[in-house]
């Protein structure tokens, strides 16, 4: 039986055996048995970090400590409002940093706190399908959608799958305006090896 601890694009967390190519947190989100709770956050600092990281081994879904959550790649992550561990892949936390001019974790938290969600649901962002960077998501016709190039490839919690053209005109976002500016500066996140070998 597989832990829910899985997040999709939407934020969500749910129960999926795929063991997803990134873990991060968002703080304590387990009883004191162990057992995943109803909460979705417990901090507003809601990170990425590496799989393996000095050798290091933990127990999954420990009590009293945060609880691991797993994604199928970054530009998931970076939907779901997540931003890279300073600790652990502090080479990205420092690009993404000097792409956000500089600007301390703890202010970017507030901020994508308050563009990843509207009271608890996943807040979408208005935009236009052909000023979206590479790596960006997009929820069209209620199907989470990875940009990339002049393509989008439909998320599925194993891969992606085939791709689609991309079009033009009105469409909603899911990764926070934020991060959609930290793609555009140039930070290319690690994407799943479906989406085409490669960062974007």
Known sequence: MPHRN??????????????????????????????????????????????????????????????????????????????????????????????????????????LHRERLEGRQKRLHSTRMEDLPDGAFVLHDNTPLLVRRDALFPYNPNGYGPPITRPKGQTQALTPPVLLDVLRGGYQPMLHLTSAPGPA
Not at 19 to 33: A, E, P
Not at 34 to 50: H, P
């Open 6 to 111: 899985r997040v999709l694009p939407t934020g969500e967390i749910i129960a999926h055996p795929a063991r997803g190519t990134f873990t991060g947190n968002r703080g304590i989100l387990v009883d004191r048995n162990g057992q995943m709770t109803n909460r979705q956050w417990a901090l507003k600092a809601w990170i990425t970090c590496v799989l393996e990281f000095r050798g290091r081994r933990r127990p999954i879904a420990q009590p009293r400590t945060w609880t691991e959550l797993f994604f199928l790649d970054e530009a998931v992550a970076f939907a779901a409002g997540h931003r890279p561990c300073a600790y652990c892949r502090r080479t990205d936390y420092n690009r993404f940093k000097a792409l956000n001019g500089g600007v301390k974790a703890n202010d970017i938290d507030r901020i």
